[in-house]
């Protein structure tokens, strides 16, 4: 099980995204990127579970969207999503419909880190039509290493945000 804490009652998993299993999916706009993206990390020794598209053929994004959230949501401590599409919004609009789905969509390795470090996001959107991809491999790269609750004395406003969500969302879904 990856790393987490307990903060406020609340199970909260913490450190980077390193050695969790990328379920990553792309719509027809976003599927050259996933597959060099798949290429580039895999020879990092990350481990991939790939939800389509496979083809270049035109398909709708929320179908893929639904599936790498639900693989996400199900096991949040060891899997993180990766979404492709052409804006990186409408991927992870229907992403973030699903409880503990904690979506950004980062154009740029600091905006990744910033989702990390303040945020803990576990599902990161890329728009390929907004990016090149030496900049999307750039910013998956700062996503997956950033770390969330590495410094408790200066990152502890974060965790404290980051659990109300969490209550938030669990008395808007009751």
Known sequence: ?????IFDGIKVPIGSHERKTIVIGADHRGFEYKERIKEVFSKRNYQ???????????CDYPIISNKIAKQ??????NKV????????????????KHRSIYGARCL???EAE???QHNNSNFLSIGADCVNLETAINT?????????????????SYLKRYVQTLKLEERLLK
């Open 1 to 5: 099980m990856g790393e987490m804490i």
């Open 48 to 58: 991939f579970i790939d939800v389509g598209t496979f083809s270049l053929e035109r």
């Open 72 to 77: 996400v949501a199900k096991d949040f401590y």
């Open 81 to 96: 999503g990766i979404g492709i599409c052409g804006s990186g919004i409408g991927i992870l609009i229907p992403a973030s």
């Open 108 to 110: 740029t390795p600091k």
């Open 114 to 116: 910033t989702s990390r």
């Open 140 to 156: 998956i790269d700062a996503w997956l290493t950033t770390s969330f609750y590495s410094d408790p004395e200066k990152e502890k």
